[in-house]
């Protein structure tokens, strides 16, 4: 079977909900062992009895990926009874705002969880992986790549993880590590469905649309879209891929203003 996963553990964070559900449901589909760290423990919950249903092992823990020791902690005592074989690094906030109208207090928010807590999970998992080998995905996004419209922030922070993931993927390859991220554009999930209630109550329609029309391909992305490219890169069938960034955006930054 292609992409085959039986006998992996994989750590994901965030993956109670969205994005990161998406990806424990596929990863697990394949045989591999879940592990999800959520804030939202309840979320990671729901997820692990969806994969329990159809016969997959999931696992959820309350983790905060901005406190070092909380996450060092959790990995030891996974990997205690577990190579861990995937570490994906899913969980991560937006913030709406250019550099004036960002406080002090939005950019170090962001820098924790987007940042921090992608620095403190590798650095916890990657001692483990460095005795058998391993896979490290990072979540990047569009905004790591080109210009997008009012989210100093966030595009600050997903910069740093393109080049968390070039410089892991440097460092460890002579370890049988390969570090990989992806940068999607907008996806549909309850996210972007709260975000736009939140900020244009009544016109949620045609926001939406407006939304999904900014990528070429006329739509957003669905999570189990993402999940299938993760999927693919996580698998020994993607061994020969490491460093590398992937676009999947529907052809916003190639195609748009062409």
């Given at each position: 079977?292609?992409?085959?996963l039986?006998?992996?553990?994989a ?7 969205g ?8 990863l697990?589909e ?18 692990v009895?969806?994969i329990?249903?159809f016969?997959?092992?999931?696992f959820?823990?309350?983790?905060n990926v901005?406190?070092?020791e ?8 996974i ?6 074989d ?29 940042i ?7 650095q916890?998992?990657i ?6 080998g ?6 990047a996004?569009?905004a ?6 009012d989210r ?11 080049t968390m993931t ?6 460890y ?22 975000f736009?209630?939140?900020?244009y ?18 739509r957003?992305?669905?999570p189990?879209?993402?999940?299938n490219?993760?999927?693919y ?5 993607a061994?020969f891929i ?14 748009n203003g062409?």
């Amino acid at each position: 079977m292609r992409f085959d996963l039986t006998n992996k553990n994989a750590i994901i964070t965030g993956g109670g909900s969205g994005i990161g559900k998406a990806i424990a449901l596929a990863l697990a589909e394949q045989g591999a062992t879940v592990h999800i760290l959520e804030m939202n423990v309840g979320n990671g919950q729901k997820t692990v009895a969806e994969i329990k249903a159809f016969g997959g092992k999931a696992f959820a823990y309350q983790c905060n990926v901005v406190n070092q020791e909380e996450v060092t902690t959790l990995i030891v005592d996974i990997a205690g009874d577990n190579n861990i074989d995937i570490l994906i690094n899913n969980a991560g906030i937006a913030h709406v705002g250019n550099i004036e109208n960002t406080s002090e207090a939005d950019l170090d928010r962001l820098y924790q969880v987007n940042i921090k807590g992608v620095y403190n999970c590798i650095q916890a998992a990657i001692p483990f992986m460095k005795t058998q080998g391993g896979t490290i995905l990072n979540m990047a996004s569009i905004a790591s790549s080109v210009g997008i419209f009012d989210r100093f922030a966030y595009s600050m922070t997903k910069g740093a993880v393109l080049t968390m993931t070039y410089s892991i993927a440097k460092d460890y390859v002579k370890y049988g590590i390969r570090c990989n991220c992806i940068s999607p554009a907008r996806v549909h999930t309850p996210f972007v469905d709260g975000f736009i209630e939140k900020n244009y109550p009544g016109q949620e329609s045609e926001i939406f649309e407006k939304l999904s029309k900014t990528q070429p391909i006329g739509r957003m992305g669905e999570p189990e879209e993402i999940a299938n490219l993760v999927l693919y890169l996580c698998s020994d069938e993607a061994s020969f891929i490491t460093g590398s960034n992937y676009a999947i955006d529907g052809g916003f930054v190639t195609l748009n203003g062409q």
